[in-house]
């Protein structure tokens, strides 16, 4: 699954080759791929025809194209989605779903093996989708309000990890990203949201921010084509991980075993040195 990372080279490749250029015409292969585009296929093809795409935005894992009015093409790349930008001549991957030509003769196709993303044009949307509208802004957006974000945690009583996986508080950090903050910012993955003092929270968004953004520098190196993938070459930083994947080997800072624990039918990895567990848990 594509985290914030991994959407940010994207959205780095649309600003580079997608911006700037016409929609010349849309071919939809898959319906279901267009489903949130409530007026069908035909209609998500007639309004994005002609049009030219002006910027590359994204919120969380979305990503918007406002187009040269206020609407805008609206992407989510959901489990395996991919926005390919590519020759015309390059041969059609077998998931294609969706081919849109562009003015300069490279094409923007979308293609998904397992059709959760989806595409669609948001009538007003170019500032900010409404269909997005109540994903919160991610960590590194220039719009996340830190004091906001220290007083809705102390609100929450949840675990610090169900809370950064909330996407209505904060977007764009999956399970991977989420263990490695915590682990950076030596808190435990339970720790009770209203018992982080202020200090905690700013490390704990320290942490996570510098998990973002090594990955973004990584993400970023391998993109030089023309070629936009999410999950091909930018992939994870599999190498850089601290605690994610490592359980049973010893913790980068203390040689201490990282643990692994079941959490939400999938796993929590800490170190149990550097994150105690604390007395009173909530999950
Ligand atoms: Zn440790």
């Keep these: 699954v594509p985290e914030l990372p991994e959407v940010e ?20 292969y898959e319906p279901r791929s267009v489903r949130r585009h409530l007026a069908g296929p035909v209609d998500f093809a007639a309004v994005l025809t002609g049009r030219l795409v002006t910027a590359a935005r994204r919120r969380g894992k979305y990503l918007w194209l406002p187009l040269d009015d206020e609407d805008a093409l609206v992407g989510h790349l959901g489990m395996s989605g991919q926005l390919l930008v590519q020759p015309a001549e390059t041969p059609p991957d077998r998931h294609l779903r969706v ?15 397992r059709t959760f993303g989806g595409l ?13 509208a109540h994903i919160g802004p991610d960590p590194l957006d220039d719009g996340f309000d830190d004091d906001a974000f220290a007083r809705a945690l102390h609100r929450r009583h949840t675990g610090t990890k169900r809370a950064l996986l909330d996407q209505r508080l904060v977007s764009g950090i999956g399970n991977i990203y989420a263990d490695e903050g915590l682990w950076r910012a030596r808190l435990h993955y339970a720790r009770p949201t209203e018992t982080l003092r202020r200090p905690e929270v700013d490390r704990l ?30 992939g994870y930083f599999d190498r850089s991980l601290d605690v994610y994947g490592r359980g049973g ?35």
Excluded: K
């Design 249 to 283: 080997q010893p913790c980068r800072r203390c040689g201490t075993p990282i643990r692994r624990d079941p959490f939400m039918n999938r796993s929590s990895y800490t170190c149990p040195r550097c994150q105690p567990r604390p007395r009173r848990a909530r999950w």
């Design 99 to 113: 081919r849109m030509p562009l003015s300069d003769g490279n094409e923007l196709r979308f293609c998904d093996q």
């Design 9 to 28: 080279v994207v959205r780095r490749g649309l600003d580079a080759f997608v911006v700037g250029r016409r929609v010349e015409s849309v071919e939809v």
């Design 205 to 234: 968004l320290a942490g996570v921010r510098g998990v973002l953004r090594d990955a973004l520098g990584e993400g970023g190196t391998s993109f030089d084509s023309l070629y936009v993938d999410v999950n091909g070459q930018s």
């Design 120 to 132: 669609l044009v948001s009538a007003h949307g170019a500032l900010l989708p409404t269909e997005i």
